[in-house]
């Protein structure tokens, strides 16, 4: 069978572009209804697109004034898409730093149930200050302490998930045995960050546990990928550092003792069309005319644990330590400094090039160019698929779904009808066994 390319689309409010809330092809309204969202999901699965993505933060960011990221509450909201979507997966961002394992492997659980088996849980490690100062800390922990509490916490979330085997629940009203509980498991852990007793108070969900994602690029968090992750989503800028950072990636998960087949890596594009390439470059510089700068820079600062408010907009960025100093966001920091340097950028040209994605690749072309982009990467070794990060919304969604996803199809690189009703189907794995189960005897 033909190697397909996988497709997410990662949703945030009406747009990936910054300053999407202002152009009028969005109703800037609608950031806060839900209907949008189910809307935009229900596109997404029309375009038989593998999942939808909420990305989440636990503060209002560094300039609320101009722009919040994130409205709602993600796994809130999913179940809600949920109800009104049959194939399409769900994939919610929760924070390892401010959940307990407990409290996140019921919601995700509750999750996979409510949706027939849809779940993914993207997992990431809240890296900044403002978050740790809504949780009774004053700094957010140092990066590699963040990823060792990460590390068990996954580590306890899946010993939760798997506490019920798939046929723990029996259901006999005769015998008035609810269920086995020869088949339900204390996990009975101890760490260094975490005591959990279990089981979950929740029967094996339809997928046995959520597909896992993952989305930092530093050492840490590639090494992290090699050992949890069935998904990436990453960032880069060219065809040369995705298929360094793919062929990178492919080798740890190998030294890991895991399948490279097993996980799928996808790099962000934002897809700017038009009927010509010169209409869809049109509407991109359209949409940086309407950046903010001061919220832009915030941004910019923020990613760069630098203040820049006092650097001229026309001149370069100042001296930078080195990304592996940084205890906050490594990987786009260090992607940030190399694009300014190989392009010889101002910071108001740095400005500009990151509105649209938040330093992800932003392609504007005709549905044909786009297809292009995205099946030269796949095939040459850069890509298992992307994570599409539509510039406004719902229109630049629509416009993938109506005028790419054919184009896909024609050359044979996208499916035309769902061939599974789980997300993990969709990412064409199987259901991980259940580590409590016991191994029939050999005969």
């Known amino acids: 069978m033909s190697r397909h390319l996988h497709l997410n689309a990662f949703l945030m409010g009406v747009g990936h572009h910054e300053a999407a809330w202002r152009h009028p092809r969005t109703d800037a309204a609608r950031v806060a209804d839900v209907r949008h969202y189910i809307e935009l999901a229900r596109i997404a699965e029309r375009g038989l697109l593998d999942s939808v993505f909420f990305a989440d933060t636990l503060s209002a960011g560094p300039n609320a004034r101009h722009r919040l990221q994130a409205v709602f509450e993600p796994i809130t909201l999913l179940a809600a898409i949920a109800a009104a979507t049959t194939h399409v997966g769900l994939i919610a961002t929760a924070s390892t730093s401010y959940y307990e394992p407990f409290h996140l492997a019921r919601l995700f659980a509750s999750l996979d149930h409510v949706s027939g088996g849809r779940a993914g849980w993207n997992i990431v490690t809240s890296a900044s200050d403002a978050e740790a100062r809504n949780f009774n800390r004053d700094a957010a922990a140092a990066h590699a302490a963040r990823y060792d509490r990460?590390?068990?916490?996954?580590?306890?979330?899946?010993?939760?998930?798997?506490?019920?085997?798939?046929?723990?629940l029996v259901l006999d009203?005769?015998?008035?045995?609810?269920?086995?509980?020869?088949?339900?498991?204390?996990?009975a852990h101890a760490g260094a960050h975490f005591q959990v007793q279990g089981p979950l108070n929740s029967p094996r969900s339809p997928q046995g546990r959520p597909l896992l994602v993952q989305a930092g690029s530093s050492p840490d968090g590639r090494a992290f990928a090699a050992r949890y992750a069935e998904a990436v989503f990453t960032a880069q800028q060219t065809l040369t550092e995705a298929q360094d950072f793919y062929a990178l990636l492919k080798r740890d998960v190998a030294a890991a003792g895991r399948d490279p087949g097993q996980i799928t890596i996808l790099p962000g594009v934002v897809p700017v069309l038009g009927g010509t390439e010169a209409e869809a470059v049109r509407l991109a510089r359209e949409f940086d005319d309407l950046i903010v700068t001061d919220y832009a820079l915030a941004q910019l600062s923020q990613f760069l644990d630098r203040d820049?408010?006092?650097?001229?907009?026309?001149?370069?960025?100042p001296a930078l330590p080195e990304p592996d100093t940084i205890e906050a966001h490594q990987s786009r920091f260090k992607l940030i400094v190399d694009l300014a340097r190989r392009e010889d950028l101002t910071i108001r040209d740095i400005l500009r090039r990151l509105g649209g994605g938040r330093g992800h690749r932003v392609v504007a072309g005709t549905p044909e160019q786009i297809a292009d982009e995205l099946e030269s990467w796949f095939r040459q070794g850069a890509a298992d698929g992307f994570n599409v990060m539509p510039p406004y919304l719902p229109g630049g969604l629509e416009d993938f779904v109506d005028h790419v996803?054919?184009?896909?199809?024609?050359?044979?690189?996208?499916?035309?009808?769902?061939?599974?009703?789980?997300?993990?189907?969709?990412?064409?794995?199987?259901?991980?066994?259940?580590?409590?189960?016991?191994?029939?005897?050999?005969a």
């Open 150 to 168: 990460a590390a068990e916490f996954v580590d306890v979330a899946v010993k939760l998930w798997d506490s019920w085997e798939a046929d723990a």
């Open 173 to 187: 009203p005769a015998s008035g045995v609810f269920a086995d509980t020869g088949k339900v498991h204390e996990v």
């Open 308 to 317: 820049l408010s006092a650097y001229p907009l026309d001149g370069p960025l």
């Open 405 to 442: 996803v054919p184009e896909l199809q024609r050359r044979g690189l996208f499916r035309t009808a769902y061939a599974a009703d789980t997300l993990r189907g969709h990412y064409g794995l199987p259901q991980p066994a259940n580590s409590y189960a016991r191994v029939p005897a050999a």
